[in-house]
Every structure is written in structure tokens, then in C-alpha cells.
């Protein structure tokens, strides 16, 4: 594809393609690249007119952008282009002379159309008039395309099948190319391969040979080497798409030579399996014809419909010449077949079992249930394994809960998955309602069998456990105070606007910062006082230096020596004396040292000594320009002149004027500001402290306006809620709030964490009847907000007071506001307070103030109490977890599995809150509230 030269500075559409002749079934690579100076909106496409005549296969956009520089007068511009690229694959429909028609762009109110296209490098344009050398005038913006019809020709035919029309997911099928070409019909040539006597092989163009042009779902049994290498051939073949191989023999062509010594690409070929056949000719002959069969073998993994070819073959092939039958000739041919469609199908819905899990292939079911004994209410352990060869892609959970006697006898809990390739287990925790000998009920599950094409249904066997009747044990006191049981049914019924939903949008906005995002906000004000600080410390030193202050006084002490010689000339001018209209020469030496001790001020140099040259080098190493240098050393020299002879007094008077306008234009140009004339701390410490401030001031929550995408999601779970609230059905009630409070996971889940939204997702949780994780709920939301009387009241309302209060730690005694100040509020204290104290120290080390030094150490110190108090609450409610036992008689054990002895005598009510410790496995390690530790599953803990 060319590039059609440099694109214009401004609005500008360019076309590019590979080609404009191609045979029919082919492609053209078509390209539409946009510049301009405004970027355009990701959902613009461009419009092509009408295009009945072809079909458009898009591929995709591609964005970039330029920057230019220019300066004008010293002053330079920064311009920006935008460029937007977009990917085409069109396919002609019929063949003749078919234009493409140009496409539009319409964006940021105006319509953009081509100005140029490009083939091949070649330049197409609308200009009818003379234009540039290899100009050709065509419609603006079109494409003009030749479309050759195949070879009318019997010599090459081609042909794709495949041994099933539809399959199942995971049942394989072969799709086979075969190439026919027509034998010789006498001595010699009836029994020599075709290909063998040509010198350069006939190109197959095969979409399915790369694994990234297959179809999405499509999986080759081998992959593309192990497939062709098999028919890789030195003599004699077809070339396959544009697989290449490294030759290091010699390259005829010079252009083929690589830059390592000679060695060039080369096509590889492939010799197919042959044989002959008797095919009908173009008069309907039969006609021996040469067979070449490819074949390879396909597994969809997904359902919908394949698409295989078209395949195409290009070359010159060899037949008999019907003026010389004892003779060959090579004739040109291409020839296209085209598509077929394989089904992929789901399995029959009308004989689907209902307990068919949604797996294909062949596999094994397996039942374990750990312990076989038990007592009532304690965890077992069931495990459901499926193993075997086959796609377990959609497969399901079976829902024990429609099984009338797992359902009478035991309380199933939702499982945990493990799915691969090869086997799917799933792990329930299950609980026995009553005491006896029970039996575990067989469970049956139907898979499909792709080979057989039928359903397989495996049933477990059954299960004998013995369960023996708990005592119910004492309440272990919560960790927290408010979590003590988590109420009946009927405390759930509350009063009618308690669990009411607020609506407002910064539920939206995230409170709760991440560990860079907190180091960053509280860490940048001291950076910036110490970079302050550092370029006020080398701005002092460089003042101190006695080279540095000989540099700033040289101007003002440069213009006093020129001022006194004027005031001097000035009074020797009113004097009548003889001598009156003659100047000493002492005058013009006095004239000559101002200029001589400015530049050696400036330089660093001793002024004794230095002459005219000296003088106007040093002027030049100051960045002088060359017309003031020029009129420096003329009015040096005329000075130097002077010294050795008078001058009248009219002379006088002109250079006087003439040095007061030198010394007038050099300290214009000296006063210029240097780049250089700093150090590079100071430098760069401003911009850098103020992009430094807006960063940590983005990063510390000085924006409270959500997201977009967040504002999104906190609307369609307010919408569940509100569905729910409306609902009279009981069961879709709880569905709809279960819904609702999943919903305000998914912004919990994108790191947006606010009381607001902990305090819906809690009403939520306390309609679905779902107490405990409504309790763990409002605990998050009193982190934010510790004094919210609405959470306060829902929470009381689910679950009362304790009877015990907890323990405070010596920290939390120590800064009584811990439990009282939220967890934001905290954060944005101690960033404030930073930069409160950074704000003041910065302005000590300007003003030397020592009343705003002794108020920069006194601020310093309830700065630091404050970041102390936010990294104990970070700490506290991001590094700890915490958890809320969710199930009746729950035994606290002393390990990490049913083996265990229970940890105490007694068993952990309902609604109980403790640290967790460790996480091991499925377990975890909790300590409660009178200090006493043990382990408990997952199953019997919410973790917030």
C-alpha cells in the first residue's frame, strides 16, 4: 500500500489500496486515512455511498497523532495533527469496470470527502487539467477497479467439502480441498504429474491454513507445521499462501539477496496426496484429471454456523499444444470455488432431560460426602466430580435444592466451582436438619454424547451417614457492639421508610483511597517543601558567591562610570578656557574602561590589558548580536585613536552621544532572560511543584463528581431496588433485592467505596432477608460515616445492641476520635494538614521569619498526629479482615478441618463478630471478643 507522500497540514481524507485489477473473489485492500486538527469521536465511521456492488469487511481503526514545531521571530508554536486510520477488505461482487465509491466523513460539523487516492504508489486525482507526472484523472475520491472473470478453462478445477454438513460442539469434521488438474490424454505426458515439470508452483490461496484467519470457536486437531510439513516437497508442488522457507543457494534476483551473505526467501511447496481420476471435461467429456486432496480436521467448541474458503489458485500450468501435439506450452490459469458452511448445533430441546448439565463428550460422575458422622447443624463436605473428555464450557451446578430428600433433610449451601479442561468439581457445603440414620439420596446428572449423538445420564450411588442431635450452646459475646444475633423473620418486618434507599449521586464517588494514591496526596506538600527548599538553598549559596555577585553589580556599576564621564563633559563645556575646544586624552581612556570593565565583570576576567579584540570577544560570549559588536569595536577604535590625539570638541560631543546609545542597546540585551542563567533545580522546581500540587490534590479527592460509568451503575441498581420495592410476590421480592445488592457489588467490585453506597447495599441485603450481610453492610458504611443515624437505626433494627461492649485498644484511648471521625474525613485531615505546614514552611525559608518558623514546628506536630491516626485506620479497615458468623450452633474448632476438636464448650451464635487471623484453605482463623480463637469454613462466615 503506498503512502501517497506527506499528507497535508489541516482537514485531509486519503485513500490507499494494494491494487485496482484482481480476478473475481478476490480482495482489495482498502485503506481511509483521516488528518486533521481536531481528533475524532471513536463512534464516526465513514459512509460509503451505495455499495451494492461489493461487500465490506471492516477490520478496524487505528489512532496517532503529530506534533510540529515552528518558530517565527523567536517564538515558537507547538501543532498537532490527529490521524485516524480505518481498515477495509472489499470484495467485488460482479466483474467489469466497478468504481468504488468515495466515502464521506462527517465530524465536528463539517463533511469530509477524499482529495487523493492511492494504488500501488501510483497517484489517482480528480485534477483534469495538466497536474503531476503520473497523475490520473478519476471522479473525486473514487476507486476505479477492473474485475476479471475466471479463465473460462476446464485445465484447473477446484473444489471444497466437508464429511458433515452440521455438527455438535467438541464432534469433529474434516474439511478437504481438492485441486484437480488435467492430465496429459496421450503418450508421454499421460502418466507424468502436471506439477512436477513446472518450474514455478501454483499459488493456493487457503484462508483456514493460519490460526489467526479461523473462524472464533474453531480449534485445528494439529497445528499448521505439523499439519503441511508431511507434504513439504524440494520437487515440484504448490505454493501455500505466503509460506516461505531460507534458501543459501545464490538469488538471481538481486533484490532477494540478503544483507548476510547472499541467502534469499524462497516459496516453500507442498506435495498433496495424488491420484488419478476421470472427470467431466468442458464439453462433457470424461478426461483423466490429476487429484490432489488436502485435508484437515476441525473441532468447533461453540455454537453457530463456520464459513470455509473461498480458495483461489494462480499460475501458469502446462497443456498440450493443439498445434503441436508432441509438444507443451504453459498457459496462465486462475480459478476461485467458492464458500461452504458447516453447522454448529446445540442438542435437540425437545428430548433434553431436565437434569442435563449442559456438558459434550464422554465423562464420569463421582459423589463423596465427608464426615459420615455428624451432628445436627454442622458442616459435611459433598463433592461432585465430573471427569472425562469433553467441553465443559457451559456446564451447571446441579440445584440439589429440587431434590425433595436432600431438600427435607439437609440446608445446601451455594457451591464452589472448579472447572478445566478435563474435569468439573463442585464443592457444597451441606447441612443435616434432623438426627438419625439418614441416607443420602442418589444424584443424577445427563451429559451429551457427541459420537453417539445421544444423552448419557450417570447416577451416584447412595450414602449412609449417621447424625447425632447438638445441644445448643451459649452465645459468644460480638466483636463489635450492635452484632449480637442477627434477629428473627419478624424483626426484618421493619417500620415502614427505615431501610428507604437515598438516591444521591455521590454514591457514586470513591472515598476510600489506595495505598499509592495516600502516600502520593500526603507525601507530595513535603516533597514540594523540600524541593522549595533545596532551590532557595542553592539560590543563597549562588548569591554568596563573590564571581556571581561580581556579575549582577557589573551593569549598575558600568552605567555610574558612563554617568560621571557625562556630567564631567558636560561642565568642561561651559568653561572658557584656551584650551576649551581640545579634549584630554585621559577623557577617552576613562570613555574606553567602561566598556573594557563591563565585559570583564561579566567574564570574570582582569580588566587591565584588554584590548579592542579582547573586548568584542568577550561581547560575543555574552550572545551579543554581530551589528552592536560591530559598532563596538568602531567606537573602540575611534577611542583608542583619540588617546594619542585631540580632537575638537564637535567630535567630542558625537561619540559621547554615540557610547550612551552603545551602552543603552548592550544593557537592553544583556537584561535578556538565560536559559542557563540558573541552576537546573531552580530551574525546573517550579513548574514541577505546581503540576506535583494539582496531582496530589486530584489524588486526595478534590473532585467529587462521579464517573460516568459509575453514575451508570449506581442508577441501574437504585432501578433493581426501586422494581423490587414495587414487587408483591414474596419470592421475587427477595430475588429483586438480592438482584439490587449485587448490582451495588459490581461498584464495589471497580474499588468505589462511600457510606451511601454500603448503606444501600445493606437495605438491600435486609429485604432480601439476608441479615448478616446487611450487618456486615452498615458495618462498612460506619466506617466512612461513624455518627450516621440512619445506619445506626437499620443496624439496631436488624440486630440490637450487645450486652457486652468491646474493649477498647490503648491506641483508640489515646486518639479518642478514632471511632468517631470517618475514615475519609481522616484522610482528607491529614492531606490538608500537610499541606497547611508545608504552605508555612515554604514561607519561613522566603521571609526568615522566626515567629512563622516556631508556627511551621508547631503545626508539624498535629500534622503528624494526623497522618498517625489515617495510617491506623487504612491499617485497620484494609489490611484486617473481619467476620460475621452466618449460621446457627456454628462449632469453633482448634484446626483447619472437620478432624478437629471443637476449639470450646460451647457453640458461636448467629450474628457473632470476630478478627479473622489467617485464611487457610476454606477456613479461616478468627478471634472473638473475649480473646478466645478457633476455625471456622467459609460456609459459616460473612467476611467484610
Same mark, same amino acid.
Given at each position: 500500500?503506498?503512502?501517497?507522500?506527506?499528507?497535508?497540514?489541516?482537514?485531509?481524507?486519503?485513500?490507499?489500496?494494494?491494487?485496482?485489477?484482481?480476478?473475481?473473489?478476490?480482495?482489495?485492500?482498502?485503506?481511509?486515512?483521516?488528518?486533521?486538527?481536531?481528533?475524532?469521536?471513536?463512534?464516526?465511521?465513514?459512509?460509503?455511498?451505495?455499495?451494492?456492488?461489493?461487500?465490506?469487511?471492516?477490520?478496524?481503526?487505528?489512532?496517532?497523532?503529530?506534533?510540529?514545531?515552528?518558530?517565527?521571530?523567536?517564538?515558537?508554536?507547538?501543532?498537532?495533527?490527529?490521524?485516524?486510520?480505518?481498515?477495509?477488505?472489499?470484495?467485488?461482487?460482479?466483474?467489469?469496470?466497478?468504481?468504488?465509491?468515495?466515502?464521506?466523513?462527517?465530524?465536528?460539523?463539517?463533511?469530509?470527502?477524499?482529495?487523493?487516492?492511492?494504488?500501488?504508489?501510483?497517484?489517482?486525482?480528480?485534477?483534469?487539467?495538466?497536474?503531476?507526472?503520473?497523475?490520473?484523472?478519476?471522479?473525486?475520491?473514487?476507486?476505479?477497479?477492473?474485475?476479471?472473470?475466471?479463465?473460462?478453462?476446464?485445465?484447473?478445477?477446484?473444489?471444497?467439502?466437508?464429511?458433515?454438513?452440521?455438527?455438535?460442539?467438541?464432534?469433529?469434521?474434516?474439511?478437504?480441498?481438492?485441486?484437480?488438474?488435467?492430465?496429459?490424454?496421450?503418450?508421454?505426458?499421460?502418466?507424468?504429474?502436471?506439477?512436477?515439470?513446472?518450474?514455478?508452483?501454483?499459488?493456493?490461496?487457503?484462508?483456514?491454513?493460519?490460526?489467526?484467519?479461523?473462524?472464533?470457536?474453531?480449534?485445528?486437531?494439529?497445528?499448521?507445521?505439523?499439519?503441511?510439513?508431511?507434504?513439504?516437497?524440494?520437487?515440484?508442488?504448490?505454493?501455500?499462501?505466503?509460506?516461505?522457507?531460507?534458501?543459501?543457494?545464490?538469488?538471481?534476483?538481486?533484490?532477494?539477496?540478503?544483507?548476510?551473505?547472499?541467502?534469499?526467501?524462497?516459496?516453500?511447496?507442498?506435495?498433496?496426496?495424488?491420484?488419478?481420476?476421470?472427470?467431466?471435461?468442458?464439453?462433457?467429456?470424461?478426461?483423466?484429471?490429476?487429484?490432489?486432496?488436502?485435508?484437515?480436521?476441525?473441532?468447533?467448541?461453540?455454537?453457530?454456523?463456520?464459513?470455509?474458503?473461498?480458495?483461489?489458485?494462480?499460475?501458469?500450468?502446462?497443456?498440450?499444444?493443439?498445434?503441436?501435439?508432441?509438444?507443451?506450452?504453459?498457459?496462465?490459469?486462475?480459478?476461485?470455488?467458492?464458500?461452504?458452511?458447516?453447522?454448529?448445533?446445540?442438542?435437540?430441546?425437545?428430548?433434553?432431560?431436565?437434569?442435563?448439565?449442559?456438558?459434550?463428550?464422554?465423562?464420569?460422575?463421582?459423589?463423596?460426602?465427608?464426615?459420615?458422622?455428624?451432628?445436627?447443624?454442622?458442616?459435611?463436605?459433598?463433592?461432585?466430580?465430573?471427569?472425562?473428555?469433553?467441553?465443559?464450557?457451559?456446564?451447571?451446578?446441579?440445584?440439589?435444592?429440587?431434590?425433595?430428600?436432600?431438600?427435607?433433610?439437609?440446608?445446601?449451601?451455594?457451591?464452589?466451582?472448579?472447572?478445566?479442561?478435563?474435569?468439573?468439581?463442585?464443592?457444597?457445603?451441606?447441612?443435616?436438619?434432623?438426627?438419625?440414620?439418614?441416607?443420602?439420596?442418589?444424584?443424577?446428572?445427563?451429559?451429551?454424547?457427541?459420537?453417539?449423538?445421544?444423552?448419557?445420564?450417570?447416577?451416584?450411588?447412595?450414602?449412609?451417614?449417621?447424625?447425632?442431635?447438638?445441644?445448643?450452646?451459649?452465645?459468644?459475646?460480638?466483636?463489635?457492639?450492635?452484632?449480637?444475633?442477627?434477629?428473627?423473620?419478624?424483626?426484618?418486618?421493619?417500620?415502614?421508610?427505615?431501610?428507604?434507599?437515598?438516591?444521591?449521586?455521590?454514591?457514586?464517588?470513591?472515598?476510600?483511597?489506595?495505598?499509592?494514591?495516600?502516600?502520593?496526596?500526603?507525601?507530595?506538600?513535603?516533597?514540594?517543601?523540600?524541593?522549595?527548599?533545596?532551590?532557595?538553598?542553592?539560590?543563597?549559596?549562588?548569591?554568596?558567591?563573590?564571581?556571581?555577585?561580581?556579575?549582577?553589580?557589573?551593569?549598575?556599576?558600568?552605567? !555610574?562610570?558612563?554617568?560621571?564621564? %557625562?556630567?564631567?563633559? *558636560?561642565?568642561?563645556?561651559?568653561? +572658557? =578656557?584656551? /584650551? $576649551?575646544?581640545? @579634549?584630554?586624552?585621559?577623557?577617552?581612556?576613562?570613555?574606553?574602561?567602561?566598556?573594557?570593565?563591563?565585559?570583564?565583570?561579566?567574564?570574570?576576567?582582569?580588566?587591565?590589558?584588554?584590548?579592542?579584540?579582547?573586548?568584542?570577544?568577550?561581547?560575543?560570549?555574552?550572545?551579543?548580536?554581530?551589528?552592536?559588536?560591530?559598532?563596538?569595536?568602531?567606537?573602540?577604535?575611534?577611542?583608542?585613536?583619540?588617546?594619542?590625539?585631540?580632537?575638537?570638541?564637535?567630535?567630542?560631543?558625537?561619540?559621547?552621544? !554615540?557610547?550612551?546609545?552603545?551602552? %543603552?542597546?548592550?544593557? *537592553?540585551?544583556?537584561?535578556?532572560? +538565560? =536559559?542557563? /542563567? $540558573?541552576?537546573? @533545580?531552580?530551574?525546573?522546581?517550579?513548574?514541577?511543584?505546581?503540576?506535583?500540587?494539582?496531582?496530589?490534590?486530584?489524588?486526595?479527592?478534590?473532585?467529587?463528581?462521579?464517573?460516568?460509568?459509575?453514575?451508570?451503575?449506581?442508577?441501574?441498581?437504585?432501578?433493581?431496588?426501586?422494581?423490587?420495592?414495587?414487587?408483591?410476590?414474596?419470592?421475587?421480592?427477595?430475588?429483586?433485592?438480592?438482584?439490587?445488592?449485587?448490582?451495588?457489588?459490581?461498584?464495589?467490585?471497580?474499588?468505589?467505596?462511600?457510606?451511601?453506597?454500603?448503606?444501600?447495599?445493606?437495605?438491600?441485603?435486609?429485604?432480601?432477608?439476608?441479615?448478616?450481610?446487611?450487618? $456486615?453492610?452498615?458495618?462498612?458504611?460506619?466506617?466512612?460515616?461513624?455518627?450516621?443515624?440512619?445506619?445506626?437505626?437499620?443496624?439496631?433494627?436488624?440486630?440490637?445492641?450487645?450486652?457486652?461492649?468491646?474493649?477498647?485498644?490503648?491506641?483508640?484511648?489515646?486518639?479518642?476520635?478514632?471511632?468517631?471521625?470517618?475514615?475519609?474525613?481522616?484522610?482528607?485531615?491529614?492531606?490538608?494538614?500537610?499541606?497547611?505546614?508545608?504552605?508555612?514552611?515554604?514561607?519561613?525559608?522566603?521571609?526568615?521569619?522566626?515567629?512563622?518558623?516556631?508556627?511551621?514546628?508547631?503545626?508539624?506536630?498535629?500534622?503528624?498526629?494526623?497522618?498517625?491516626?489515617?495510617?491506623?485506620?487504612?491499617?485497620?479497615?484494609?489490611?484486617?479482615?473481619?467476620?460475621?458468623?452466618?449460621?446457627?450452633?456454628?462449632?469453633?474448632?482448634?484446626?483447619?478441618?472437620?478432624?478437629?476438636?471443637?476449639?470450646?464448650?460451647?457453640?458461636?451464635?448467629?450474628?457473632?463478630?470476630?478478627?479473622?487471623?489467617?485464611?487457610?484453605?476454606?477456613?479461616?482463623?478468627?478471634?472473638?471478643?473475649?480473646?478466645?480463637?478457633?476455625?471456622?469454613?467459609?460456609?459459616?462466615?460473612?467476611?467484610?
Amino acid at each position: 500500500m503506498g503512502t501517497g507522500g506527506r499528507l497535508a497540514f489541516g482537514a485531509e481524507m486519503l485513500i490507499e489500496a494494494d491494487r485496482n485489477t484482481l480476478f473475481e473473489g478476490e480482495a482489495v485492500a482498502y485503506r481511509i486515512t483521516v488528518v486533521d486538527q481536531v481528533r475524532i469521536a471513536e463512534s464516526i465511521t465513514p459512509l460509503f455511498g451505495k455499495m451494492d456492488d461489493f461487500r465490506v469487511d471492516y477490520h478496524g481503526r487505528q489512532d496517532q497523532n503529530r506534533q510540529f514545531l515552528s518558530s517565527l521571530n523567536g517564538q515558537t508554536t507547538r501543532s498537532v495533527q490527529y490521524i485516524s486510520q480505518f481498515t477495509y477488505e472489499i470484495y467485488p461482487l460482479k466483474t467489469g469496470k466497478i468504481p468504488i465509491p468515495a466515502p464521506r466523513l462527517m465530524y465536528d460539523g463539517k463533511t469530509l470527502t477524499p482529495s487523493r487516492v492511492v494504488v500501488e504508489g501510483r497517484l489517482y486525482s480528480s485534477d483534469t487539467g495538466g497536474g503531476n507526472q503520473g497523475t490520473v484523472p478519476v471522479p473525486v475520491g473514487s476507486l476505479p477497479l477492473q474485475v476479471m472473470p475466471q479463465d473460462r478453462q476446464d485445465v484447473v478445477l477446484l473444489r471444497i467439502e466437508s464429511d458433515r454438513e452440521t455438527v455438535y460442539p467438541l464432534q469433529p469434521f474434516t474439511i478437504l480441498l481438492k485441486v484437480l488438474v488435467k492430465g496429459g490424454s496421450r503418450e508421454p505426458f499421460s502418466d507424468r504429474n502436471p506439477l512436477g515439470i513446472l518450474e514455478e508452483s501454483p499459488r493456493l490461496l487457503i484462508p483456514w491454513v493460519e490460526s489467526g484467519s479461523l473462524p472464533a470457536g474453531l480449534r485445528p486437531e494439529s497445528d499448521r507445521e505439523s499439519w503441511l510439513s508431511p507434504f513439504e516437497s524440494t520437487r515440484g508442488g504448490f505454493a501455500v499462501n505466503d509460506l516461505k522457507q531460507r534458501s543459501f543457494f545464490p538469488s538471481d534476483d538481486f533484490f532477494g539477496l540478503s544483507p548476510m551473505g547472499g541467502s534469499r526467501q524462497s516459496d516453500r511447496r507442498f506435495s498433496f496426496p495424488m491420484e488419478r481420476v476421470a472427470q467431466p471435461n468442458a464439453d462433457g467429456v470424461n478426461t483423466p484429471y490429476w487429484q490432489y486432496t488436502l485435508k484437515r480436521t476441525f473441532t468447533a467448541e461453540r455454537l453457530g454456523t463456520l464459513d470455509f474458503g473461498p480458495v483461489s489458485i494462480k499460475g501458469r500450468f502446462a497443456v498440450v499444444d493443439p498445434e503441436n501435439p508432441s509438444r507443451l506450452k504453459l498457459q496462465p490459469i486462475y480459478a476461485i470455488t467458492p464458500r461452504i458452511s458447516v453447522q454448529v448445533r446445540d442438542v435437540p430441546a425437545d428430548d433434553r432431560p431436565k437434569d442435563y448439565i449442559g456438558a459434550f463428550g464422554r465423562f464420569d460422575w463421582h459423589v463423596d460426602l465427608q464426615p459420615r458422622t455428624a451432628g445436627v447443624g454442622q458442616p459435611l463436605d459433598l463433592t461432585l466430580t465430573l471427569s472425562g473428555q469433553g467441553s465443559t464450557v457451559n456446564v451447571e451446578p446441579p440445584d440439589l435444592t429440587k431434590i425433595p430428600e436432600i431438600d427435607s433433610n439437609f440446608r445446601v449451601y451455594t457451591p464452589q466451582e472448579r472447572i478445566d479442561e478435563r474435569q468439573c468439581e463442585f464443592v457444597y457445603t451441606i447441612r443435616p436438619r434432623k438426627g438419625g440414620k439418614i441416607v443420602f439420596p442418589p444424584i443424577g446428572i445427563t451429559y451429551f454424547d457427541v459420537e453417539t449423538e445421544s444423552f448419557v445420564t450417570r447416577r451416584s450411588e447412595p450414602i449412609a451417614i449417621d447424625v447425632e442431635e447438638s445441644e445448643k450452646l451459649a452465645d459468644i459475646p460480638p466483636l463489635l457492639p450492635g452484632a449480637r444475633g442477627a434477629g428473627s423473620k419478624e424483626r426484618l418486618a421493619l417500620k415502614e421508610g427505615i431501610l428507604a434507599n437515598t438516591t444521591d449521586p455521590v454514591g457514586a464517588v470513591n472515598h476510600a483511597p489506595s495505598l499509592v494514591e495516600a502516600s502520593i496526596s500526603i507525601a507530595s506538600p513535603f516533597l514540594l517543601y523540600f524541593l522549595v527548599m533545596l532551590g532557595v538553598f542553592c539560590r543563597r549559596r549562588a548569591s554568596g558567591d563573590l564571581r556571581a555577585r561580581q556579575r549582577r553589580r557589573a551593569v549598575p556599576k558600568a552605567r !555610574e562610570r558612563l554617568k560621571n564621564i %557625562l556630567s564631567k563633559s *558636560r561642565e568642561t563645556s561651559h568653561r +572658557r =578656557t584656551p /584650551s $576649551a575646544d581640545m @579634549v584630554r586624552p585621559d577623557f577617552f581612556s576613562e570613555m574606553q574602561s567602561v566598556f573594557a570593565g563591563l565585559v570583564a565583570d561579566l567574564a570574570g576576567i582582569r580588566e587591565q590589558g584588554l584590548t579592542t579584540a579582547d573586548i568584542c570577544s568577550g561581547l560575543e560570549t555574552l550572545r551579543i548580536t554581530p551589528a552592536c559588536i560591530e559598532r563596538a569595536r568602531s567606537l573602540l577604535e575611534q577611542l583608542d585613536a583619540a588617546k594619542y590625539g585631540g580632537i575638537n570638541r564637535s567630535r567630542t560631543n558625537e561619540t559621547l552621544v !554615540e557610547a550612551e546609545n552603545l551602552f %543603552l542597546d548592550l544593557e *537592553r540585551q544583556l537584561k535578556k532572560p +538565560r =536559559t542557563d /542563567s $540558573a541552576p537546573p @533545580v531552580v530551574r525546573f522546581v517550579v513548574p514541577f511543584a505546581v503540576v506535583l500540587s494539582l496531582f496530589s490534590c486530584t489524588l486526595s479527592g478534590c473532585t467529587f463528581s462521579p464517573a460516568s460509568e459509575a453514575s451508570g451503575l449506581f442508577v441501574q441498581a437504585q432501578s433493581a431496588f426501586d422494581a423490587a420495592d414495587a414487587e408483591t410476590d414474596p419470592r421475587r421480592r427477595r430475588e429483586g433485592f438480592e438482584k439490587a445488592a449485587l448490582a451495588y457489588q459490581r461498584l464495589l467490585d471497580r474499588h468505589i467505596e462511600n457510606a451511601l453506597l454500603f448503606y444501600n447495599q445493606g437495605n438491600a441485603w435486609a429485604k432480601a432477608d439476608e441479615p448478616i450481610k446487611a450487618i $456486615a453492610s452498615y458495618r462498612r458504611a460506619l466506617r466512612f460515616e461513624p455518627l450516621n443515624g440512619a445506619v445506626r437505626q437499620n443496624l439496631a433494627a436488624i440486630a440490637p445492641p450487645a450486652s457486652k461492649e468491646p474493649v477498647e485498644s490503648w491506641f483508640e484511648t489515646l486518639f479518642f476520635w478514632q471511632n468517631v471521625v470517618g475514615y475519609h474525613r481522616l484522610y482528607m485531615i491529614a492531606v490538608l494538614s500537610a499541606w497547611i505546614t508545608s504552605g508555612f514552611g515554604v514561607l519561613a525559608l522566603f521571609y526568615r521569619n522566626k515567629p512563622l518558623h516556631r508556627l511551621t514546628r508547631l503545626l508539624a506536630v498535629p500534622t503528624l498526629i494526623g497522618i498517625v491516626s489515617f495510617a491506623y485506620d487504612y491499617y485497620r479497615y484494609e489490611m484486617v479482615d473481619y467476620a460475621i458468623v452466618a449460621v446457627e450452633g456454628a462449632t469453633v474448632r482448634k484446626g483447619n478441618s472437620l478432624n478437629y476438636e471443637p476449639s470450646f464448650m460451647t457453640a458461636a451464635d448467629k450474628g457473632s463478630e470476630a478478627v479473622v487471623l489467617e485464611h487457610r484453605g476454606n477456613w479461616c482463623h478468627l478471634r472473638f471478643i473475649d480473646g478466645q480463637e478457633g476455625w471456622l469454613p467459609d460456609s459459616d462466615i460473612v467476611i467484610y
